[in-house]
């Protein structure tokens, strides 16, 4: 009888069922939640505020009450979170609203480099990371979770 550590016995290679492209949509589901879990947070910082206005603040986009943002953060939060679990559970309709999803974010992100520029850069980086997830390995003929 020979042991596992035998070199003279070999054993045939494993064979995983995994589909290609399985690892990029659970990672676009899993980013697009926490995206949504930080804009969740965002949008109770910017309520808590009681409308204090940062001096930076005056050149934004949405101006300088900083609970417009707030509603902002809190929409695109929820449809981060509702597009996560939708492709995490698969859905082919869901993979159109992670790629809107992912976009928005990335837009969102843009208007606040002049303040926040690192957290900034890292929403950016996460939704091109999900759109090329979802728009590379999203078909019907690739991967299924």
């Given at each position: 009888?020979?042991?596992?550590n035998d070199p003279s016995v070999t054993y045939p290679p494993m064979e995983y069922p995994a589909k290609s492209g399985v690892g990029w949509l659970f990672f676009a589901g899993t980013i697009?939640?926490?995206?949504?879990?930080?804009?969740?947070f965002d949008a109770v910082w910017a309520f808590r505020t009681d409308n204090v206005v940062p001096d930076s603040l005056d050149g934004a986009l949405l101006g300088t009450n900083v609970s417009n943002y707030g509603w902002l953060w809190l929409v695109t939060g929820l449809?981060?979170?509702?597009?996560?679990?939708?492709?995490?559970r698969a859905s082919q309709f869901a993979r159109w609203i992670g790629i809107f999803a992912a976009a928005?974010?990335?837009?969102?992100?843009f208007w606040?480099?002049?303040?926040?520029?690192?957290?900034?850069?890292?929403?950016i980086a996460m939704g091109i990371l999900v759109i090329y997830a979802l728009a590379?390995?999203?078909?019907?003929?690739?991967?299924?979770?």
């Open positions: 009888m020979s042991s596992p697009l939640g926490l995206a949504g879990l930080s804009r969740l449809i981060l979170i509702w597009a996560s679990f939708a492709i995490l928005l974010l990335t837009v969102t992100s606040w480099i002049p303040f926040y520029p690192v957290w900034s850069f890292a929403y590379a390995h999203g078909s019907r003929d690739s991967a299924s979770i």
